[in-house]
């Protein structure tokens, strides 16, 4: 029975010291957060710092992909780094190999591809409008191959998918060729061209920053080129558009094995735009470099200027600090105390951070029309807090030991 009542006077004495811990823990932590507010004015620039350094981290993070896309899709200046042209070269006199439909689906499903368009080609094709004859390049494409190019319409519109499923008897011009035949963009749509014995109504004019390249071009939907023209019913050529740079050495290792997969290879070439790649590459290399390095430099700045301000308060509150030792505080409440306050700042922060880098992600994915993973948010959510943490505990850490360390009677005669 005595052993008994022993062990359990044993455990109350234990709960009860867990308990004082407990409160005393919680009670230091209640006087940091209370200072942190008391003297806010004083960490309003390190909050502002780390809070702009953590949003920045997550937006750029968590829509890189997303704005690597956009970029690729914008900046046509780029040269075509991010198209594949695989096509079959002339063996003698014609062409023994083109692309089969199933290859072409199959070429669309590898992995970083956004758009594949198989190209029919007739140069040297000719028309006639007012009794006078022009040459020009004729081709026919789906849909697709407008988005692979980003090509707009300078004039009218470009012909869809609806037009290519029906085969509809409408063409596309080039800006140089509508000029030459029309006098103008404007005046070329609605007009009506004579090209092999078919009758084609102008519905647009060709657009875009590399337009140029086909100003003497006319397009028509690939399944009324098939249909009408004579010596155009096999694609030779086909033209497949990359997600990002990142993507296109592996897309272009694989597309021979794509193309063996469902139809013999011979004569098959590969062209990529190697060089214009790597220089895109090196030019987006030293701009993420910059900005990544701004953004490391800004928490940096952030947690050094945290420490300067809690080794500034620890000599500012030198006689408050002996006062507490006097009254019985032990060395470990000082050192959390201090350690606590650099903590709610840093934490403070990066919630603060967590919260625009939100916003910054809601923002551009509304102007990207995309959606990145939510989970790669959590992800980016979770490191924000982390690297808080860490330069909380790092920033505080030296300032709370020599806040701890002091003894009792130096730091009362502190003036």
């Known amino acids: 029975m005595a052993k008994k009542n022993s062990r359990l006077a044993a455990y109350l004495a234990h709960r009860s010291r867990r308990g004082t811990t407990w409160l005393r823990m919680r009670d230091i932590m209640r006087v940091s957060i209370r200072e942190v507010l008391r003297k806010r004015r004083r960490y309003i620039g390190v909050i502002a710092a780390i809070a702009l350094g953590t949003a920045g981290f997550i937006t750029i993070v968590t829509m890189g992909r997303d704005l690597k896309t956009n970029f690729n899709n914008d900046l046509d200046m780029l040269g075509g780094a991010t198209i594949i042209n695989p096509y ?16 072409l689906a199959s070429l669309a499903k590898i992995p970083g591809v956004l758009d594949v368009t198989g190209v029919l080609t007739k140069p040297r094709a000719i028309t006639t409008f007012q009794d006078r004859i022009f040459g020009f390049n004729l081709v026919g494409v789906d849909a697709s191959y407008w988005r692979v190019f980003s090509f707009n319409a300078a004039a009218g519109r470009l012909f869809d998918a609806a037009d290519v499923a029906e085969g509809a008897r409408v063409c596309v011009v080039g800006t ?132 300067n301000i809690m080794m500034a308060a620890v000599v500012s509150r030198t006689r408050e600090i002996g006062l507490k030792k006097a009254m019985g505080a032990l060395d470990n409440d000082i050192f959390f105390q201090f350690l606590f306050e650099s903590l709610c700042v840093t934490m403070t922060a990066s919630i603060l951070g967590i919260g625009l880098g939100r916003l910054g992600v809601e923002y551009m994915s509304h102007m990207l029309g995309s959606r990145p993973p939510e989970g790669l948010f959590m992800v980016c959510l979770l490191a924000g807090l982390t690297f808080a943490l860490v330069i909380g505990v790092g920033a505080g850490m030296y300032p709370s030991i020599r806040a701890s360390r002091m003894q009792v009677v130096e730091a009362m005669r502190y003036e």
């Open 176 to 307: 140089l060729l509508a000029r030459t035949i029309f006098g103008g963009d404007q005046e070329a749509l609605g007009q009506i061209l004579a090209i092999d014995d078919n009758l084609y109504r102008v519905v647009g004019v060709l657009g875009g920053v590399r337009a140029g390249d086909r100003g003497q071009f006319i397009f028509l939907p690939i399944t009324t080129a098939r249909a009408r023209v004579v010596d155009i019913s096999h694609p030779y050529s086909v033209y497949m558009r990359c997600a990002t740079w990142d993507d296109v050495a592996p897309v272009a290792a694989a597309v021979k094995n794509v193309v063996e997969a469902n139809q013999t290879t011979k004569g098959l070439r590969v062209n990529v735009a190697w060089e214009p790649l790597k220089q895109v590459q090196r030019i987006f290399w030293w701009v993420s470099l910059f900005i990544y390095s701004s953004i490391v430099a800004t928490l940096i700045l952030g947690g050094l200027g945290i420490w």
């Open 88 to 103: 079959f070269e002339q063996d003698g006199v014609e062409r023994l190999e083109w692309f089969r439909d199933r290859t």
